[in-house]
């Protein structure tokens, strides 16, 4: 009985241990299964991150585009240059509307994903000069079905460097816009080359501002203004003379941001004065100009009064203004026949801006 009883328990710890086996081989396994789960979805992970970094880089810094220079292709001047990998940056002249261009630029792909189609756009319009779009300098880079002729071209995305120049003709009309009737000019920043992903993502862009001859003349003028006003400063000039001067400045550049170049064009040159006042005498005749410039201000703002039935009313005050103007031109005339001429002027720029 005792040996039947021995050989029962026996038989019951190898079915103990064989289910215990099975158990613990069923748990290997579903750790196994877990841990190529957990690295699977870790390779995918890395994937799509991988993905997303190439797809997510700086826009105009340099990350695809390394590198470009436009040039005038009618005359070959250098416009605008840039280098992202040394730091060059050059700025030669405006590009203005209707303006020729070619531009010569770098791509460089650093990940590969070869399913991926990238895709370079001009917004330019066709070139008047030359007989296509775009010009392949690095051969050994494939494009897709390349068309010289086409606004676009594609490629893989295949680690590499691609260069191109692209000629076209800057589209007209973006620049400027008419309000009430008065012409507004204001820059334009212009998309002449863009990058794209296969989702149509923007990955970088070649976008330089558009400008016209107004807007030229204008940040000429305005440049000169502040080299003169730099060298006013501590020059023994009256202060209250050097705080005319950077009021007008300042209220040209906030004409100018407006879009009302002509405006801040007639405000820099009211300060085309030959003979800055020097002495505490000349400083007390000079500080009536404060209020003098301050109706060129009030004349800008007057072409929206036009049609908002408050004409007479500020043609009032200028007019009054203007007849303080010549009692202190009369005044000043006895001491500087050379400022008395210069207020004169500055008379007769303020009616033009009135009434013209």
């Known amino acids: 009985m005792g040996e039947c009883l021995s050989e029962q328990k026996g038989y019951n710890h190898w079915i103990f241990l064989y289910f215990d086996t099975i158990e613990l081989s069923q748990e290997g396994n579903r750790l196994r299964m877990s841990l190529f789960a957990i690295g699977l979805l870790t390779l995918l992970a890395a994937a799509s991150l991988a993905t997303s970094i190439t797809f997510a880089q700086g826009v105009g810094e340099g990350d695809w585009i390394t590198k470009y220079r436009i040039e005038d292709l009618k005359t070959g001047q250098l416009i605008m240059e840039r280098d992202f990998q040394t730091g060059t940056t050059s700025d030669f002249a405006s590009i203005f509307e209707a303006a020729e261009l070619k531009v010569t630029f770098t791509v460089d792909v650093d990940i590969s994903n070869p399913s991926a189609i990238l895709k370079i756009t001009t917004s330019m ?60 000019h204001k820059p334009v920043p212009f998309s002449i080359i863009s990058l794209t992903s296969p989702g149509g993502d923007v990955l970088d862009q070649i976008k330089p501002d558009v400008t016209d001859a107004k807007i030229d003349e204008y940040r000429n003028l305005l440049e000169q203004k502040e080299d003169k006003l730099e060298s006013l400063k501590g020059s023994g000039v009256a202060p209250g003379y050097i705080e005319i001067f950077e009021g007008v400045v300042d209220q040209a550049e ?48 007057f072409v929206f009064l036009r049609t908002r039935g408050k004409i007479k009313y500020v043609t009032a005050v200028i007019e009054d203004q203007i007849r303080d103007l010549e009692g202190l031109t009369l005044r000043v005339s006895k001491i500087d026949r050379t400022i008395s001429s210069r207020l004169e002027s500055i008379r007769d720029r303020l009616k033009g801006l009135i009434w013209t």
């Open 254 to 301: 906030t004409q100018a941001d407006l879009g009302f170049v002509d405006q801040a064009i007639a405000l820099l040159n009211l300060l085309a004065v030959s003979q800055e006042p020097v002495s505490s005498i000349m400083e007390t005749l000079f500080l009536p100009i404060i209020g003098v410039l301050a109706v060129a201000v009030v004349a800008v703002g």
């Open 125 to 184: 319009s066709h070139s008047s000069i030359e007989d296509r779009y775009w010009q392949l300098l690095s051969p050994e880079y494939d494009l897709l079905n390349y068309n010289p002729n086409q606004q676009t071209v594609q490629f893989n995305q295949v680690s590499g460097t691609l260069e191109l120049s692209c000629y076209g003709r800057v589209p007209t009309g973006i620049v400027t816009d008419t309000i009430d009737g008065i012409v507004l």
